[in-house]
């Protein structure tokens, strides 16, 4: 395993992590039988183009949305960063633009506050103003602890005249005199002794370290066709709440009992929070796996319209995104042999197969370095005729079958690199696969090649909920799409760009 330490500490360290808090207000509405579900997304500009940098929750029927998903940015002095903000009304089917804002990341941290209010735009709108965003940045202390909540509500006051409560809880912090939302749990339905799921708020964002800082916990009845009644609020600090161990909820407005409107108690445990780099250095291998399409799509590799074309001045997209990620990853393997696959192609004897080596060795399907996986590749494109159709099943479930394998070794965790050229024909299979996966190390990268829409490869990449076939639901997010056409054909942006969530997906397994 390389040491990745003596690299970092060769240069010092002139990044900052901001994190950006987001509302809007006044938003045009454009549902017609309720309020607009707005989401806003966030891009950074690198190039001519725009990078996904996350997005907040979708805040139903609301138009004046306080956010309680932050993002966060690297923020570099020496660099303009321009930033987009996109406000979409998101529904089941389809999604409308609401209006879009642009702006550099230095604009909104040398105002004053840290805080910009503007107007959302829309062009060809027939209404151009589509109401206003407020950014907020603040600076993400580098602390290496989170504090894990598990809050209890006792004899809430009943809100519902024909029910129970529905209550729910928002944790909000005090900066610059104004309460600023960080957390809002689940709903728990009927109940007013609600127990809510436990959650994790890293302290650099909940209070900066400073256990004394002011807190505030909101407990609201929610309602489906009405604003949401107010149950009662407790102001108190990290410090208290883990010494009392309850607060006493109070609303103002409430006459009878001194306005007590129930307790909130709080199991509070502070745990360490680990980089991805410790994660490294304590031993953990990163294992690559490598599958390729062989489907007809591609075109014949001898014209160079192919993708498969061997050029023999410049590398196509597979090759590209063979030695983008590969030569990233092979520092973190130890023995630096990667197995190597195809699928979509018919091999010498007649049948296509969907999951075959690349090597000819079914038994050992390996080869050395990032190297060998491009030999590997120009062999088969001699000795495999393109065949289909694009499924991907065969291929999760042998790189499923080899991280568990691997795992059991060892600190290992395997990064299975997809490049196909077309959507896929056995989405639901796949989903299914999929999901099985996801309580193993393992890590799905695909990268598209060419021209195709690759509508499929969105349900596939689910970063807003998990994947779900209606039956089961994945433990976690772990797979990552991205065209290689939106990193302008630049393999190390492409590299950055599959690569990003990898250390998520390493913590969250590790949490799970």
């Known amino acids: 395993v390389i040491d990745c330490r003596w690299n970092i500490m060769q240069q010092p360290n002139l990044q900052t992590s901001v994190v950006l808090h987001i509302h809007c207000s006044n938003l045009v509405n454009l549902d017609v039988t309720s309020k607009s579900d707005p989401q806003v997304t966030v891009e950074l500009k690198q190039g001519n183009s725009w990078t996904h940098l996350g997005r907040t929750e979708i805040a139903k029927n609301n138009l004046n949305p306080k956010f309680t998903t932050a993002i966060n940015v690297a923020y570099f002095f020496e660099q303009t960063q321009d930033l987009r903000f996109t406000v979409m009304d998101v529904d089941d089917h389809d999604s409308d633009l609401i209006g879009t804002y642009e702006c550099t990341l230095a604009s909104i941290v040398g105002s004053r506050g840290s805080q910009i209010t503007k107007p959302l735009m829309k062009i060809g709108a027939h209404k151009t103003r589509r109401g206003e965003i407020t950014i907020l940045a603040e600076e993400l202390a580098q602390l290496r602890e989170s504090v894990v909540f598990r809050l209890q509500g006792n004899h809430l006051d009943k809100k519902d005249l024909f029910g129970k409560s529905d209550p729910y809880v928002i944790i909000s912090k005090m900066r610059g005199g104004e309460w600023l939302k960080i957390h809002q749990t689940e709903v728990v339905m009927k109940t007013l002794d609600p127990q809510w799921q436990s959650f994790t708020i890293p302290m650099a964002l909940l209070n900066g370290g400073d256990y004394n800082a002011h807190l505030k916990f909101d407990c609201f009845d929610w309602d489906k066709h009405s604003s949401h009644d107010f149950i009662g609020s407790a102001e108190t600090s990290l410090k208290d709440l883990m010494e009392k161990k309850s607060v006493q909820l109070i609303n103002p407005k409430k006459k009878k009992h001194n306005g007590t409107a129930g307790m909130l108690s709080a199991d509070i445990t502070i745990t360490k929070t680990y980089t991805f780099l410790d994660y490294i250095i304590g031993g953990c291998q990163i294992s690559l796996m490598v599958a390729i399409d062989f489907t007809a799509s591609n075109g014949n590799p001898q014209q160079q319209t192919s993708l498969h074309y061997r050029n023999p001045i410049e590398p ?84 499923a079958t080899f991280s568990a394998i691997q795992a059991e070794t060892g600190q290992v965790y395997t990064v299975l690199l997809i490049i196909t050229d077309g959507d896929i024909t056995d989405i639901d299979d796949t989903i299914d696969s999929i999901i099985k996966a996801s309580s193993l190390p393992l890590s799905i990268i695909i990268v598209g090649v060419g021209k195709s829409g690759f509508t499929a490869m969105n349900r596939l990449d689910s970063d807003d909920r998990l994947l779900s076939n209606g039956r089961q639901t994945a433990q976690r997010d772990i797979v990552q799409f991205v065209p290689f056409r939106n990193c302008g054909q630049d393999p190390d942006r492409l590299a950055r760009e599959v690569l990003a969530e990898v250390p998520d997906q390493v913590f969250k397994l590790d949490s799970s």
């Open 316 to 399: 196509n997209e597979y090759q590209k995104a063979i030695s983008a990620v590969g030569s990233i990853l092979e520092y973190y393997d130890s023995d630096k042999r990667f197995p190597v696959y195809g699928f979509g192609g018919a091999l010498p004897t007649g049948i296509t197969s969907h999951c075959f080596a690349l090597n000819g060795n079914p038994e050992h399907p390996e080869v050395d370095r990032v190297g060998g996986i491009l030999d590997a590749y120009r062999m088969a494109l001699d000795n495999v005729a393109l065949s289909g159709p694009t499924n991907f099943k065969n291929i999760i479930d042998a790189a």
